[in-house]
Structures are given as C-alpha cells and as structure tokens.
C-alpha cells in the first residue's frame, strides 16, 4: 500500500549551525529532484528548502528504505556525513505527514507562528515538482492543493497573522532590549533583501538616528537606502562603518562569512570601547562566529531569536488553538478522499465490465432485430446505458459509502466475487 512519507528537519530539531549545510540552492535542489526520481522507491516526490527547514514530502511503497533515501541524498548534497544529522531528522507517515505539511503551510510550524513567507516558499516548490520536474501525481498534487486550501482558511478565519511577528521584528525587539531603546542609535543593515527592508521599516519606527545600508549590488543598497531617508555604503565600506555604528543586522544570502573575526577587531580600535552587537538573522551565518570572543563585540544569530518569539506567543496562543482546529478539519477530510482511492480500482473495473457485456448484448440484439434506423439504434443505445448505469448505482454507492469505514476490504472484496471482478482483471493481463 502507498504510504506518504515527510523527512525533513527544521528550527526545532536542528541547530543553526547543522541546518546551514542544508540551505540549498536551485541547482542543488534539482539535483534533489533528480535524485528522488532516479529511486525506485520514491513514486511522488516535493523537495523545500529554506532557511529553517529541509525536507521531501514523498510517496512510497517501502516508508523505511525511501527515509534511508531521503537522507543519504540530504547527506551528498549537503556534504555532511549522515552521522552527523540523522539526530536532527523528523520522519512523518500518512495522516502524521499530511497534519505536518498542512502546519508548515499555515504557518503553525515556522520559528515565527503565523509569517506569511513559508506559505510562497512551499507555493514554488510544489510549482517546480509539479511543472518542471514532473515529480508529483494523484496524491500529492491533491494533498498540496488541500495544504493551500487550509492555509488560506487559517489565514482568513483567524487572527494567527495579525497578531505574528517576523524573524526581522524580532530582531529590532532584540536591539531595543539591547539599548533600552533605539532613539538616537546608528545601525548598520548589511543585505538589502525582504528580510533587511523588514529590519529598516521596523528600526526607523523605533526612532532609529541613522541607517547606513550595504548590498553586494549596490543599486539595491540605494534604493532600499531611499526607501528610509538612510545612506547607502559600498561592500567595500562595511569595515569602516562598523566604527560609527552601534547595531549591525546582517541578512545577505552569502555561502561564507560577511562580517570575519579580522575585521571587527580592525574597527574596534577606534571605537574607544563603545559596545557593538551583530543581530545575524541569515542562513548560513554571516557573522564569524568567533566575533562574539572580542571584547565588547556581542553576536546574536538566528537561534537567539526564539527567545523574542516565545514571549510573544501568548497572544497568539488563542488563534494558533483556532488554527489547529481547521487544521484538523482539513486532514480528515484529505484522509476520506486517500481512502476513497481504495475503492476506485473496485468502481473501475465494476463498470468496464458492465459496459462490456451491454456492448456484447446490444450487438447481438441490433444483428437479430433486422435494419434499425439511426434514431432507432441510438434509442437502443440510451435505453441500455440508462438501465446498466440504474443497475450499478446502488453496489457502487454502497462502496463509496464504507470507503473511510473499517470493514471496507470486506465489502471491496465481496463484490469483486458477486461480479467476477478478478477474473476479469486476470483475463486483461
């Protein structure tokens, strides 16, 4: 029997330092694809990877051997031996999986409950699987499409999204608890993507004093710089900056350091003793880690965070419960359509043969009746149909009827013998 499989790990079971291995890019993720697909084991298969999660959602005949898969092929992408993470690895089954990507699209899951981003990013894996890499059928096609629907009604029917913060927000909530307040302060945002725009609209609110901004292109470094009345640096200049600055956010989608050990202790020379905190919300980290050994140099990255977000979650805590119901809803209603399936070869094969022996008999009567006009075999036609249809209704609504019942084998195979089913099937192979 075909089992969905989830293996993966995310913020919870992996540290930052294990889960920056596994940040991978487009091409290694199609080599992910192309993985999944050469395995005999994997018949669907959906790879995601951000920033705080890896994992394939698949489907299997043997659970256990395709986990074995997944995770060797996590190992040779990532280059990290299997000893390593295998710790650090989540592995769902059936309804246990399907509760589990519905979570991760509603934003139960996700280190800040109830950001918006993971739901795009789940959105343009499935996109690629289903369109590029051809990789998904029957099963997945429904259960991600089920995900988005449940997504969309804990979006609409909760206030799960109101009330979230972001990894960026978090980080400004870190900077204020730093300095007892950002009034005056002069902050450094090294990265000009969504994450830093996030981190400046938050830090000018809080009455940031200046906001200097750089990017490995730095037409984007001006124009985010623009955006918030700040001053836009060359990558070149970061070094230098870091004298006047006071807060450093990094957010850059770099595979090695940004900020090293060498040059923060370059500028502390001339910082008089000033303290300086690197707020690192990328990953991989941007920020050496031995930056943190300096003297008066703090670093905070993306794990520090979570300490922000659960003092948060208790007034998110009555619309996560809200969500979890509908979440809930959802996977029963996915669970009575997976077994439905059941019962589709059943239904098939029941009204092939009753089509096959209306053909035969119709045949046999239209050569016997003499010459028939159009109208009048057509007639035929619709009489006969109507009639085999009206015969089979009641078995096949039967069927449909105990498909999310236990004792639904009984019934499959009850009426596979009162019609001969096997037979029939054993007669076409």
């Given at each position: 029997m075909t089992k969905i499989l989830d293996i993966g790990m995310n913020h919870i079971s992996a540290p930052v330092g294990i889960r920056e291995c596994f940040d991978f890019d487009a091409e290694k993720a199609g080599l992910a694809f192309s993985c999944m697909r050469e395995s005999e084991l994997i018949r669907e298969g959906i790879f995601l990877s951000t920033c705080n999660r890896v994992e394939a959602l698949v489907t299997t005949d043997c659970p256990e051997a395709a986990g074995r898969t997944v995770i060797s092929i996590f190992s040779r992408l990532g280059g990290v031996s299997e000893e390593r993470f295998v710790s650090n690895i989540y592995m769902h089954e059936d309804m246990d999986a399907v509760t589990h990507i519905f979570r991760?699209?509603?934003?139960?899951?996700?280190?800040?409950?109830?950001?918006?981003?993971?739901?795009?990013?789940?959105?343009?894996?499935?996109?690629?699987?289903?369109?590029?890499?051809?990789?998904?059928?029957v099963i997945l096609n429904r259960l991600m499409h089920r995900a988005f629907h449940t997504a969309k009604r804990v979006r609409s029917e909760t206030g799960i999204s109101e009330s979230a913060v972001s990894v960026s927000y978090a980080a400004v909530e870190l900077a204020k608890k730093i300095f007892s307040g950002l009034a005056g302060r002069k902050v450094l945002l090294i990265g000009?993507?969504?994450?830093?725009?996030?981190?400046?609209?938050?830090?000018?609110?809080?009455?940031v004093e200046r906001l200097l901004v750089a990017n490995r292109t730095f037409e984007k470094a001006v124009q985010l710089a623009d955006s918030f009345k700040g001053s836009p640096i060359l990558f070149d200049e970061i070094g230098h900056s870091m004298i006047e600055s006071d807060i450093v956010i990094t957010s850059t989608g770099s595979r090695g350091y940004v900020v090293t050990h060498d040059m923060v202790k370059r500028s502390l020379r001339e910082r008089r003793n000033r303290p300086l905190f690197f707020i690192d919300i990328a990953v991989p980290r941007d920020v050496e880690p031995s930056v943190n050994d300096l003297s008066n140099t703090y670093v905070y990255d993306i794990d520090d965070l979570m300490n922000i977000v659960e003092e948060n979650s208790a007034q998110r805590k009555d619309e996560a419960v809200k969500a979890e119901r509908i979440v809930q809803e959802e996977v029963i209603r996915f669970e009575r359509w997976l077994k439905t399936l059941e019962i589709v070869p059943t239904i098939i094969a029941l009204k092939e043969k009753t089509e096959a022996l209306r053909r035969t008999e119709v045949e046999r009567s239209l050569s016997s009746m003499g010459q028939l006009t159009e109208s009048q075999v057509k007639a035929v036609e619709t009489l006969t149909v109507s009639l085999a249809d009206k015969i089979i209704n009641e078995p096949i609504l039967a069927l449909k009827a105990r498909a999310d019942r236990k004792d639904r084998e009984n019934y499959l195979d009850v009426a596979r013998k009162l019609f001969n089913l096997d037979m029939e099937d054993h007669k076409r192979s």
């Open positions: 991760v699209a509603s934003s139960l899951d996700s280190m800040v409950v109830g950001e918006p981003q993971i739901l795009g990013q789940i959105k343009d894996a499935y996109h690629r699987a289903s369109i590029m890499e051809k990789t998904t059928g000009a993507g969504e994450m830093a725009e996030l981190a400046a609209r938050h830090m000018i609110g809080q009455g």
